[in-house]
Nanobody, 125 residues
Framework: QVQLVESGGGLVQAGVSLRLSCAAS????????MGWFRQAPGKEREFVAT????????YYADSVQGRFTISRDNAQNTVYLQMNSLKPEGTAVYYC??????????????????WGQGTQVTVSS
């Protein structure tokens, strides 16, 4: 069982940056693909970004490409999501997720087995 704990959410103005963190409780963190998803009010949860085992392989949703950066620190069992130039439509609960395997990352929500409790990000205009 892997526990994921997100942090770093908050209320910010449009245009600013925010960094989310997700700490994982596993000794084999480096063998898990990690992902970030988000769910806006009244909408389904959607993929945001994923990172593979070493951190070199990343993949982003078109809506965040060029503004968000996913990274990981395997020594700290932590994955990050750096969010720049935030927009009001980025208001959502952001979830961290983990799946064993998938060295190149994974963008399929159904593949992820472990999920954090989510952290709220609210972007005001």
């Amino acid at each position: 069982q892997v526990q994921l704990v997100e942090s770093g959410g908050g209320l910010v103005q449009a245009g600013v940056s925010l960094r989310l963190s997700c700490a994982a409780s596993t000794r084999t963190f480096s063998t898990y693909a990690m992902g970030w998803f988000r769910q806006a009010p009244g909408k389904e949860r959607e993929f945001v970004a994923t990172v593979g085992w070493s951190g070199s392989a990343t993949y982003y949703a078109d809506s965040v490409q060029g503004r968000f950066t996913i990274s990981r620190d395997n020594a700290q069992n932590t994955v990050y999501l750096q969010m720049n130039s935030l927009k009001p439509e980025g208001t959502a609960v952001y979830y961290c997720a983990a799946v064993l395997g998938f060295p190149g990352g994974c963008y399929s929500e159904s593949q992820f087995r472990y999920w954090g409790q989510g952290t709220q990000v609210t972007v005001s205009s």
